[in-house]
């Protein structure tokens, strides 16, 4: 069986898996990272949304075997370690506007928040209600109005 080798939450760690399974079931079966979270096996529902080198990913669409070992892969778990602070500012906010009902889809719905408030401000912008309209995670609870405050309220506490 193959090993494949990365960097997960700013730790390289080391897999035996085959090549052709999903990194979502590397992450939560074989390593016991369950902030990404199945939804639909698809990258359609965005429930496992993560970062790779910075970007957003559906590691449910990944085979492990294209993940190279200076890939860089954060999931929910170590996204405060990136800011520095024991919560990022993302999920201070969505704790502050109380976004989360069930909160199965809030862990991806906060990475597409980080990641696309990284795009804007690398652009030089700030987010625009085009940008929150592109946000595609599915919110089963439908809490799309108190996610979009939290992210118009996060971004404005991340740095440049």
């Not at 889809?105 to 700030?126: F, H, N, S, Y």
């Not at 946000?135 to 439908?142: A, D, F, M, S």
Request: glycine share 10%; net charge negative; with cysteine.
């Amino acid at each position: 069986m193959p090993t494949h080798t990365f960097i997960l939450n700013g730790k390289q760690v080391s897999v035996d898996a085959e090549d052709d399974v999903r990194l979502l079931w590397v992450l939560r079966d074989l390593l016991g990272v369950t902030g990404p979270k199945y939804g639909c096996g698809l990258g359609v529902c965005k429930a496992c949304t993560s970062h790779i080198n910075g970007r957003a990913f559906n590691p449910c669409s990944v085979p492990v075997s294209d993940i190279k070992p200076s890939d860089e892969i954060t999931t929910i778990e170590g996204l405060a370690a990136t800011s520095g602070q024991d919560l990022h500012p993302m999920q201070q906010a969505w704790l502050d506007i109380d976004v989360a009902q069930c909160g199965y889809c809030q862990p991806g719905q906060i990475m597409e928040a980080v990641a696309l408030v990284k795009e804007a401000k690398a652009a030089g912008r700030e987010i625009t209600d085009a940008d929150l309209d592109g946000i595609r995670n599915v919110c089963r609870c439908g809490t799309y109005p108190r996610i979009r405050e939290a992210i118009r309220q996060g971004a404005a506490n991340m740095p440049a």
